[in-house]
């Protein structure tokens, strides 16, 4: 199962790097994410160093999931991450704060249930493309097989980046705010 | 078969267009969407801000007087009214009641009755020893020292003569009133 093993590496590679370029692009937008990485119940004395870290671990999932050799390492490495970000968003809903999700950079989304579904699917995308390379037969995937999996994972990544956008489009319209009778 | 792969090909590429086209009109969309509700949230302009200072002015009262900014005391209630507004008559009766309890009494009332015709006397008469009474037509130097944009409009000054708060429909006004 080469092309489950390419689609996973391709989905989670594209869904990080979107990730760091998100939070690195403008300074403002890391300072945003080192301002929400505090509201996570993480100490204020220690946040700078956490977002880095994240960042930076990001940042080495995308460079390990590119090289095939190290693939399978990225895959583990990316399951640990995500398992790691959805404890973090768990505990802070369990605290009842909503910090929002600048796991994009931008974007003023507070987290929810849906960011914890999103990072569970996409841990399980990666022990399937564990799986995958485990029971993948030959060694480098031929041309349909590129193919295949980047159909698929591409537009999968763009729906995972901006699932909030998407969340947002199917969520019930905000209630029209009471208009003051102006004229009484 | 070569010409099905390159039309599989084009084919899939299209739908990633699209997707990509639709992913920002959606982004876009949602921008909109908060743009709109800020703009729903707010009450229709009054008159000024509240919070600002009202422009400079000279204007003469019905009975004589002269007055210009620095005569407007503080805690002042001023109205503007015209001849020719029904939602203007509905107010009347409030605006009378409010006039009455209006600490400092009728310095602290000004009632400004815009409009140009024969009108306005009668309807300026009505206000006779209750306020301060303006008649000015709608370009006058009271109407837009207060920048009003529509009738009726009322406004508070508080203790430092600034905009306290605004409002179309009297009963909407925070007053005080005198013990």
Redesign the interface.
């Known amino acids: 199962m080469r092309a489950l093993e390419l689609t996973a590496r391709l989905l989670l590679a594209l869904v990080f790097l979107a990730a760091v370029v998100g939070k690195l692009r403008t300074r403002a937008g890391f300072a945003e994410f080192v301002g929400s990485v505090g509201q996570f119940g993480v100490p204020t004395r220690w946040a700078s160093p956490v977002a880095r870290l994240a960042v930076a671990t990001e940042a080495a999932v995308v460079v390990l999931l590119t090289v095939g050799r190290t693939a399978p390492a990225g895959l583990v490495l990316a399951a640990g991450l995500l398992g790691v970000l959805t404890a973090a968003i768990v505990g802070a809903l369990r605290r009842g704060a909503r910090p929002a999700c600048r796991c994009f950079g931008v974007g003023a989304a507070p987290i929810g249930a849906r960011h914890v579904i999103r990072n569970v699917v996409l841990a399980v995308v990666a022990l399937l493309g564990l799986l995958g390379g485990a029971t993948a037969a030959g060694s480098s995937p031929s041309g349909p097989t590129v193919?295949l999996a980047v159909?698929v994972a591409?537009?999968l990544a763009?729906v995972v980046v901006?699932l909030d956008?998407?969340a947002?489009?199917f969520a019930p319209?905000?209630s029209?705010?009471t208009?003051?009778?102006?004229?009484? | 078969m070569a010409l099905l792969t390159v039309a599989v090909v084009l084919v899939a590429v299209l739908g990633l267009l699209n997707l990509v086209l639709m992913l920002g009109v959606i982004r876009r969309l949602r921008e909109h969407s908060d743009l709109l509700s800020d703009q729903q949230g707010q009450p229709p302009a009054v008159m000024l801000e509240v919070g600002s200072i009202p422009g400079d002015f000279v204007s003469s009262t019905v009975d004589g007087r002269v007055f210009s900014r620095a005569d407007l005391p503080p805690m002042t209630l001023v109205a503007f009214l015209s001849p020719s507004c029904e939602h203007c008559e509905e107010q009347l009766p409030v605006l009378v009641d409010r006039a009455r309890t209006m600490p400092g009494g009728t310095e602290h009332v000004w009632i400004v009755v815009v409009g140009k015709g024969p009108e306005t006397q009668p309807y300026a008469e009505q206000f006779a020893g209750l306020a301060t009474v303006f008649v000015e037509p709608g370009t006058g130097a009271l109407p837009l020292a207060f920048g009003v944009k529509g009738f009726p409009a009322f406004g508070l000054l508080d203790e430092r003569g600034i905009v306290a708060s605004t409002a179309f429909g009297i009963a909407r006004l925070d007053l005080p009133v005198a013990r």
């Open positions: 193919l159909g591409v537009p763009a901006r956008d998407l947002a489009l319209t905000p029209r705010p208009r003051p009778a102006g004229r009484h």
